[in-house]
């Protein structure tokens, strides 16, 4: 942290009169050592010792009082007595020394400049008037004594016009610099308000923000950063306790600037993080602005893209594909109903119309899925939902089908539309009954609520005790249109995927003892949306 000056902060009337009195008491401690004869000797011829030790002196006790007192000099009236106190004792020393020959009426310059640097408007002129009477008024107290002196009015009035264009000089120069000072402070005023606007609308990006220097240690982030990354930054942290998988990244840009940086998931919250790095120069040094991307937001945006284009596609077929077939199963409905026909024949028909409701069946579930509306997340509690999702599927199941919950202590909220819920666990249960065994039979699927252990993030388990998914189809059995039956669709575990992923969730398949767990890991109900 820089060490900041005992002058920083202060205004030009502050500064002056810290510098003023500081001069007063040199000057003093100058004057005080004059009174001494031996130092004075060959130096200074005094017209009267006793005025002058007592002038001098005089002058250096005020001028220690008044730089200890750390007067702030607020109100004019003081600073006029000040200055003038000021300008009465040094014309004492002024007379006191012999007058304008000495030299020592160019000593009340000081006092008037500074007079009139602190003063405003004309009350600064009283000094130098003051100041011009004084010396004429004394020069002629010293022409009394001394015949030759006559001719030091001359001199003293042109050191009283001295002193008026001193002052006026100083009263416009320090209207400019009082006016240059507050341009400066509104600028600083409207500088830090930007700050502050900018560093405002930087919280509320939804962009995570890094900005790391040379040493990869965190400088400056954002709100959105520390949300994306699952833990709190601390400033000066290096990037590689922070996130190694970032850090990683940042090594892998800076070998290749121009390589393609893949996303990296964050195991404290779940979220798939897209990195991007953008070097900035500042002087010798550069540091590096990262951004982080929720690549959630990203998919979900794919995914309506999809879909419209989907819509399109299915808009076209349906009008393409449905008549023809429409025709085609009316005419194996006809021909089946002749009398002519041998067995051979009728199984024929009867294949043609099973192959026709089949596509017709595959049809109505890709119209359903593009004419899907988007997702309306709302804030649920996932054990209350499944209490009510297993009373309301049972009574659509066949007599003896069961599903056992298993629900924690603890309440597990998320974020997503209940009614796509329903459809995925929904249609996952279906799968689950139908791979368990016929309908009619005692069919058992658990439904397993819990919480993660590494993320924290909820999931739910639909796990049955059927003969379970054989290891070759488990990376296709999320495809369209993949089935290993010879009466299903493949859209079913397509569709619920797809419907996961628009509400922010995951849906996987895992081997499970006896059967299959297919697992939801839900979003965290804070999660940006």
């Known amino acids: 942290m820089p060490i900041s000056s005992p002058e920083a902060g202060l205004t030009l009337h502050e500064r002056v009169l810290r510098l003023f009195n500081l001069y007063r008491v040199v000057l003093g401690f100058g004057l005080a050592l004059l009174t001494s004869p031996r130092l004075r000797e060959g130096l200074l011829s005094l017209h009267d010792p006793d005025l002058y030790e007592a002038a001098s002196w005089i002058y250096l006790f005020i001028g220690l009082m008044t730089a200890l007192m750390r007067h702030d000099g607020s109100r004019d009236i003081h600073l006029l007595v000040l200055a003038s106190v000021d300008i009465f004792l040094l014309g004492l020393v002024f007379y006191a020394v012999g007058g304008v020959s000495s030299g020592f009426g160019s000593l009340l310059l000081i006092p008037v400049a500074a007079g009139n640097i602190l003063l405003h408007g004309r009350t600064g002129l009283l000094l130098p008037a003051f100041a011009s009477l004084l010396l004429i008024y004394l020069t002629f107290f010293l022409s009394l004594n001394d015949s030759n002196s006559g001719q030091n009015y001359l001199q003293a009035g042109v050191l009283g016009s001295i002193l008026f264009a001193v002052a006026l000089f100083v009263q416009w120069l320090s209207r400019r610099l009082r006016q240059s000072e507050s341009l400066a402070e509104r600028q600083a005023v409207s500088l830090a308000s930007l700050e502050q606007l900018n560093q405002a609308v930087i919280q509320r990006m939804r962009t995570g923000i890094l900005v790391l220097n040379p040493l990869q240690q965190v400088h400056l982030f954002n709100e959105a950063a520390a949300q994306l990354l699952g833990r709190t930054i601390i400033p000066g942290i290096r990037l590689a306790e922070l996130s190694d998988t970032l850090a990683d990244r940042l090594h892998s840009w800076q070998d290749n600037?121009?390589?393609?940086?893949?996303?990296?998931?964050?195991?404290?919250?779940?979220?798939?993080?897209?990195?991007?790095?953008?070097?900035?120069?500042?002087?010798?040094?550069?540091?590096?602005?990262?951004?982080?991307?929720?690549?959630?937001?990203?998919?979900?945006?794919?995914?309506?893209?999809?879909?419209?284009?989907?819509?399109?596609?299915?808009?076209?077929?349906?009008?393409?594909?449905?008549?023809?077939?429409?025709?085609?199963?009316?005419?194996?409905?006809?021909?089946?109903?002749?009398?002519?026909?041998?067995?051979?024949?009728?199984?024929?028909?009867?294949?043609?119309?099973?192959?026709?409701?089949?596509?017709?069946?595959?049809?109505?579930?890709?119209?359903?899925?593009?004419?899907?509306?988007?997702?309306?997340?709302?804030?649920?509690?996932?054990?209350?939902?499944?209490?009510?999702?297993?009373?309301?599927?049972?009574?659509?199941?066949?007599?003896?089908?069961?599903?056992?919950?298993?629900?924690?202590?603890?309440?597990?909220l998320t974020r997503c539309d209940p009614q796509q819920l329903t459809q995925v666990v929904g249609n996952l249960c279906q799968n689950s009954l139908r791979h368990s065994g016929a309908a009619g039979e005692a069919r058992r699927v658990w439904l397993r609520l819990s919480r993660q252990a590494e993320t924290e993030l909820p999931q739910l388990e639909v796990i049955d005790q059927g003969g379970g998914i054989a290891a070759e189809h488990l990376e296709q059995i999320f495809e369209p249109f993949y089935t290993t039956e010879s009466s299903g669709t493949g859209l079913g575990l397509y569709i619920s995927r797809e419907l996961c992923e628009s509400n922010q969730a995951q849906l996987q398949c895992l081997p499970a003892e006896n059967g299959c767990c297919m697992r939801i890991t839900f979003a965290h109900p804070k999660r940006l949306v």
């Open 257 to 412: 600037p121009q390589s393609r940086l893949g996303s990296f998931r964050n195991q404290s919250n779940g979220l798939d993080i897209m990195p991007s790095f953008k070097p900035l120069p500042l002087g010798e040094s550069s540091n590096l602005l990262v951004f982080l991307e929720d690549n959630s937001h990203l998919a979900q945006q794919a995914q309506q893209l999809k879909l419209a284009s989907l819509g399109r596609l299915t808009a076209s077929i349906a009008h393409e594909i449905r008549n023809p077939l429409g025709a085609i199963s009316h005419a194996a409905q006809l021909l089946g109903e002749g009398s002519a026909l041998d067995a051979q024949d009728r199984r024929l028909v009867q294949i043609i119309q099973q192959h026709s409701k089949r596509m017709n069946r595959v049809i109505e579930t890709v119209l359903e899925l593009s004419r899907r509306r988007p997702s309306e997340p709302q804030l649920i509690d996932l054990g209350m939902w499944l209490q009510h999702f297993r009373e309301d599927f049972l009574h659509g199941c066949a007599e003896g089908d069961e599903l056992i919950l298993h629900l924690p202590e603890e309440e597990l």
